[in-house]
């Protein structure tokens, strides 16, 4: 099977590169052979924007002649709420799609996509823990930033981000078991939405 799929973050300016190589290994993983597209245009610019159903519409419109699986992939910056709506915007997608040969999961990351990275990387400060990480509403900057630091990255493409996810995403099994709330349902999900469209 092969299968064309649209990654909409919320700003791709600096999360195609942890989206991309994560979501490809995903795939790969499920030995699914997958064209990834991050969605660039429209540029959507913050999670505000990309919640709003008219923008999620616009692109719905301008590449469902081409995609199968759009995947709409959000931090939850703790937003107990975010779960809720982004399930609102998979029901307006199906209802509006209204077909199950194409669908949008929509998925939020606990809490930010850096955690993703972190989650693959194997070499991080021993005095970290998981549940700290995980629980952290600002995982970027007390603890991404700090592995950017560490590795000197600060002045690279994106500060790292490709880098950093490229090398985290050949260790995919280990963030999907770190990360099973959001990665591992995400993947659940995703075989699910296939199977239903065979």
Known sequence: MSVNVLVIPEDFRKDQYVLKPIVEKLFESMGVSARVIVCKDPLLGGVGEALK????????????????????????DCDQNRVNKLAGLEEKARKFLATPTKVLLAQDAWQEVEVWVLAGLLELPKR???????????????????????????????????????????????????????????????????????
């Open 53 to 76: 159903w008219e923008r999620l519409e616009e692109i719905l419109v301008r590449y469902r002649g081409m995609i199968k699986v759009f995947l709409l992939l959000l931090d939850r």
């Open 128 to 198: 970290w823990t998981w549940k700290d990480i995980r629980a952290e509403c600002d995982p970027k900057e007390k603890y991404f930033d700090k592995v950017v630091a560490d590795r000197g990255l600060q002045d690279a493409p994106y500060q790292g981000r490709g880098r950093l996810a490229n090398e985290a995403a050949r260790n995919y099994a280990r963030i999907r078991a770190l990360c099973d709330e959001d990665v591992g349902r995400l993947e659940q999900r995703i075989r699910e939405a296939l199977e239903e469209s065979r």
